[in-house]
């Protein structure tokens, strides 16, 4: 019924995705925002619409030079275009050796509010212009043509989780208990992302993190209850019973693992970006439903599976790989620690070089306009003029406002780094003035950063001298500003990761140690999945073989979701291994004793449960959106590295080398804390 619901609503209200990373408050946004008090039009969707003669031609030949011209006035008149022939009608540039050509085309509306209707009116206006040999494409977001492969992604990942559920259980039922519980719950989850549509924006990478997370959440989850459900039905316990057992402890360390992970991605509306609290929200829903649905779905298939589910390979039995790794890792415990360090120390180093930004059109896959558009002017124009800026003057101040802009456009020409600028374009009243500047470097490089970062800051002498304040914005400045913004948050927020985590780990085990050294080993995570990151995207390592068209800075605001997505499962992992542990050591065995029995018990599980989240989020990897892929990627190596390095090595080495103080609290902490029995410990 639920599902029916929401179907229903999200089909009522649903609105489209967008690709735009606009944040309020900031220099490009307050641009927009004064264009589209006093310029009307003016502020909406810019894309450049580009033309490209055959090998060996030029748009002078006969051929096409009929062609070029009626088609750039045809797109002028499609549907929420700027009326052709006014301010901003498109007027043709040429390239030296005149095979290349692009006009600008001005929209009412940004490009989130572009009416499929328009989309398509561009396109048709594109095939004389192509049918008689000329390459047309178009730039900004305004229309799209590559083939996305990201379908079949969800297949590749819910494919290989399956395997690696048939070796865990050994048949087939079991194995598609988790499966069916986790689907259940991602389409519960894009559902109510459809319905959130249309009460706020959404961006297009939202709906695909939640489907990568809900999966990998969903089926891990799941893993952890199915797991216990069937170790007390291996000891002779009645259906019915273990089931209330199983969700009474398994279950409590997932409503504990499922709050953390919901905690940390709410944690992102702390850096006060609109797109990103709404990226969040949506992924923390998606995980709630995930922690919902194996609360009550799943009891209620294992009733329905029943005795079925006692069959096949049982985790209980004790996996001889986890019990020997963790004797090898607590009889060498300072090696160990010193091995992971050093490991992932090395990955980490790539970090320091780090560079944020928003993908432009460079990151596009090769197969759509955007990223030929991109390519064909470059090749006839220069980098710069894949990505111009807008600066917008308000001359209102001003005694004679042309005359003040006629002087400030001078200025900007001698501006370094600076290829080109466009004569200023008025408002009705001759006050708002429009300027197009194109850099010589290429949008997401780090002098078209220093040349907006200039031009803002000789604002405020053009305002006394010529009486007009300039406002940089553009697509360009806009992913600059956002870039900008997200790193200002970055610190605040991982501060707040940091102190939920002690706070949350110091309540789950009663310990100083225990939460101090999974911080320590959370930071190393975050490090070297950044570091990782970085190598791969930002330099350019393995670009072939994962499909990486143009290297190009880490996008802005993959740490603030590595921090949040990678904190909680970190949480889950450290969650369900020491748990075990300080079980056992409650029960009276020495530590190391205690740290052998407690990981010999879960490794089996958490092993399976990381490899089945690594397999989930490669899968997205094979996608064609460069952020989808980053984030993807990023996340696979820091559950991969997290899991297996820092809780499965370094958790067990550094309890081995505490003893016994590593469960102990101070006595008057331990009476102000409040107690937590995650796991039901206390169940009789």
């Given at each position: 019924?639920?599902?029916?619901?929401?179907?229903?609503?999200?089909?009522?209200?649903?609105?489209?995705?967008?690709?735009?990373?606009?944040?309020?408050?900031t220099?490009?946004?307050?641009?927009?925002?004064?264009?589209?008090?006093?310029?009307?039009?003016?502020?909406?969707?810019?894309?450049?619409?580009?033309?490209?003669?055959?090998?060996?031609k030029?748009?002078?030949?006969?051929?096409?030079?009929?062609?070029?011209?009626?088609?750039?006035?045809?797109?002028?008149?499609?549907?929420?275009?700027?009326?052709s022939?006014?301010?901003?009608?498109?007027?043709?540039?040429?390239?030296?050796?005149?095979?290349?050509?692009?006009?600008?085309?001005?929209?009412?509306?940004?490009?989130?509010?572009?009416?499929?209707?328009?989309?398509?009116?561009?396109?048709?206006?594109?095939?004389?212009?192509?049918?008689?040999g000329?390459?047309?494409?178009?730039?900004?977001?305004?229309?799209?043509?590559?083939?996305?492969?990201?379908?079949?992604?969800?297949?590749?990942?819910?494919?290989?989780?399956?395997i690696?559920?048939?070796?865990?259980f050994?048949?087939?039922?079991t194995?598609?208990?988790?499966?069916?519980?986790?689907?259940?719950?991602?389409?519960?989850?894009?559902?109510?992302?459809?319905?959130?549509?249309g009460?706020?924006?959404?961006?297009?990478?939202?709906?695909?993190?939640?489907?990568?997370?809900?999966?990998?959440?969903?089926?891990?989850?799941?893993?952890?209850?199915?797991?216990?459900?069937?170790?007390?039905?291996?000891?002779?316990?009645?259906?019915?019973?273990?089931?209330?057992?199983?969700?009474?402890?398994?279950?409590?360390?997932?409503?504990?693992?499922?709050?953390?992970?919901?905690?940390?991605?709410?944690?992102?509306?702390?850096?006060?970006?609109?797109?990103?609290?709404?990226?969040?929200?949506?992924?923390?829903?998606?995980?709630?439903?995930?922690?919902?649905?194996?609360?009550?779905?799943?009891?209620?298939?294992?009733?329905?599976?029943?005795?079925?589910?006692?069959?096949?390979?049982?985790?209980?039995?004790?996996p001889?790989?986890?019990?020997?790794?963790?004797?090898?890792?607590?009889r060498?415990?300072?090696?160990?620690?010193?091995?992971?360090?050093?490991?992932?120390?090395?990955?980490?180093?790539?970090?320091?070089s780090?560079?944020?930004g928003?993908?432009?059109?460079?990151?596009?896959?090769?197969?759509?306009?955007?990223?030929?558009?991109?390519?064909?002017?470059?090749?006839?124009?220069?980098?710069?003029?894949?990505?111009?800026?807008?600066?917008?003057?308000?001359a209102?101040?001003?005694?004679?406002?042309?005359?003040?802009?006629?002087?400030?456009?001078?200025?900007?020409g001698?501006?370094?780094?600076?290829?080109?600028?466009?004569?200023?374009?008025?408002?009705?009243?001759?006050?708002?003035?429009?300027?197009?500047?194109?850099p010589?470097?290429?949008?997401?490089?780090?002098?078209?950063?220093?040349?907006?970062?200039?031009?803002?800051?000789?604002?405020?002498?053009?305002?006394?001298?010529?009486?007009?304040?300039?406002?940089?914005?553009?697509?360009?400045?806009?992913?600059?500003?956002?870039?900008?913004?997200?790193?200002?948050?970055?610190?605040?927020?991982?501060?707040?990761?940091?102190?939920?985590?002690?706070?949350?780990?110091?309540?789950?085990?009663?310990?100083?140690?225990?939460?101090?050294?999974?911080?320590?080993?959370?930071?190393?995570?975050?490090?070297?999945?950044?570091?990782?990151?970085?190598?791969?995207?930002?330099?350019?390592?393995?670009?072939?073989?994962?499909?990486?068209?143009?290297?190009?800075?880490?996008?802005?605001?993959?740490?603030?979701?590595?921090?949040?997505?990678l904190?909680?499962?970190?949480?889950?992992?450290?969650?369900?291994?020491?748990?075990?542990?300080?079980?056992?050591?409650?029960?009276?065995?020495?530590?190391?004793?205690?740290?052998?029995?407690?990981?010999?018990?879960?490794?089996?599980?958490?092993?399976?449960?990381?490899?089945?989240?690594?397999?989930?989020?490669?899968?997205?990897?094979?996608?064609?959106?460069?952020?989808?892929?980053?984030?993807?990627?990023?996340?696979?190596?820091?559950?991969?590295?997290?899991?297996?390095?820092?809780?499965?090595?370094?958790?067990?080495?550094?309890?081995?080398?505490?003893?016994?103080?590593?469960?102990?609290?101070?006595?008057?902490?331990?009476?102000?804390?409040?107690?937590?029995?995650?796991?039901?410990?206390?169940?009789?």
């Amino acid at each position: 019924m639920l599902v029916v619901a929401l179907g229903a609503l999200a089909g009522a209200i649903h609105r489209p995705t967008n690709d735009q990373f606009n944040v309020p408050g900031t220099e490009a946004q307050q641009a927009l925002d004064l264009l589209k008090a006093k310029f009307p039009g003016a502020g909406g969707a810019t894309a450049r619409l580009v033309f490209a003669a055959p090998a060996g031609k030029t748009l002078d030949d006969p051929r096409y030079k009929t062609l070029v011209s009626p088609t750039v006035a045809l797109a002028g008149k499609v549907p929420q275009s700027v009326a052709s022939g006014k301010a901003f009608a498109g007027s043709l540039t040429f390239s030296r050796d005149r095979r290349i050509a692009f006009a600008d085309l001005h929209f009412l509306v940004p490009v989130a509010e572009l009416e499929q209707s328009t989309k398509d009116a561009l396109r048709k206006v594109a095939e004389p212009a192509r049918a008689a040999g000329l390459e047309v494409e178009f730039s900004g977001g305004v229309t799209a043509t590559a083939a996305s492969t990201s379908g079949s992604t969800e297949l590749i990942g819910l494919a290989v989780a399956l395997i690696i559920l048939l070796i865990t259980f050994g048949t087939f039922v079991t194995a598609l208990l988790p499966l069916a519980t986790a689907l259940v719950g991602v389409a519960v989850g894009l559902l109510g992302i459809s319905a959130l549509t249309g009460v706020a924006e959404l961006n297009s990478t939202a709906p695909t993190l939640a489907t990568m997370l809900g999966l990998a959440v969903g089926i891990d989850y799941a893993l952890f209850i199915v797991s216990r459900h069937r170790e007390q039905l291996a000891q002779g316990v009645e259906v019915r019973e273990s089931i209330a057992r199983a969700i009474g402890s398994a279950g409590g360390a997932v409503c504990f693992a499922g709050a953390t992970v919901v905690i940390a991605l709410t944690g992102m509306l702390i850096v006060g970006i609109p797109f990103l609290s709404v990226m969040g929200l949506a992924a923390a829903g998606t995980v709630i439903v995930a922690v919902l649905v194996a609360l009550t779905l799943l009891p209620a298939l294992l009733a329905f599976a029943g005795e079925r589910v006692a069959h096949g390979r049982h985790v209980g039995a004790g996996p001889t790989l986890g019990h020997r790794w963790v004797q090898h890792v607590t009889r060498r415990p300072a090696l160990a620690i010193l091995g992971v360090i050093v490991v992932l120390g090395i990955v980490a180093l790539p970090v320091l070089s780090l560079r944020l930004g928003l993908p432009d059109d460079s990151s596009k896959p090769t197969n759509s306009t955007e990223r030929k558009a991109y390519d064909l002017l470059a090749k006839g124009f220069g980098p710069g003029f894949t990505g111009p800026l807008t600066v917008v003057g308000d001359a209102s101040k001003a005694k004679d406002p042309k005359a003040a802009a006629t002087a400030a456009v001078k200025a900007l020409g001698t501006f370094p780094d600076v290829a080109a600028v466009t004569d200023p374009v008025f408002n009705a009243e001759g006050k708002i003035g429009i300027v197009s500047v194109t850099p010589r470097s290429g949008p997401s490089s780090q002098r078209t950063k220093d040349l907006v970062r200039l031009i803002r800051a000789r604002s405020r002498d053009a305002a006394k001298r010529y009486g007009i304040t300039g406002y940089v914005t553009g697509r360009t400045a806009i992913n600059i500003d956002t870039s900008d913004k997200i790193s200002s948050g970055l610190p605040a927020f991982l501060v707040v990761i940091v102190g939920l985590a002690l706070v949350l780990l110091m309540l789950a085990f009663r310990s100083i140690a225990v939460p101090v050294k999974a911080v320590l080993g959370f930071l190393l995570t975050i490090a070297s999945a950044l570091g990782i990151a970085t190598w791969t995207f930002q330099e350019g390592h393995l670009s072939s073989l994962l499909g990486i068209e143009t290297a190009s800075p880490i996008v802005s605001f993959l740490p603030v979701l590595l921090i949040a997505i990678l904190f909680g499962l970190a949480m889950d992992y450290e969650v369900f291994l020491v748990t075990r542990m300080r079980e056992s050591h409650l029960r009276g065995e020495a530590p190391t004793a205690a740290v052998v029995s407690g990981f010999t018990a879960s490794a089996r599980v958490v092993t399976a449960a990381a490899l089945i989240m690594v397999s989930v989020f490669s899968a997205f990897v094979a996608g064609d959106d460069v952020v989808i892929k980053s984030i993807a990627f990023s996340l696979a190596f820091g559950v991969l590295a997290d899991a297996f390095l820092v809780r499965m090595t370094l958790v067990p080495a550094v309890l081995a080398l505490l003893g016994a103080r590593a469960w102990t609290l101070p006595g008057w902490l331990d009476r102000h804390l409040p107690h937590v029995d995650i796991e039901g410990a206390e169940l009789v």
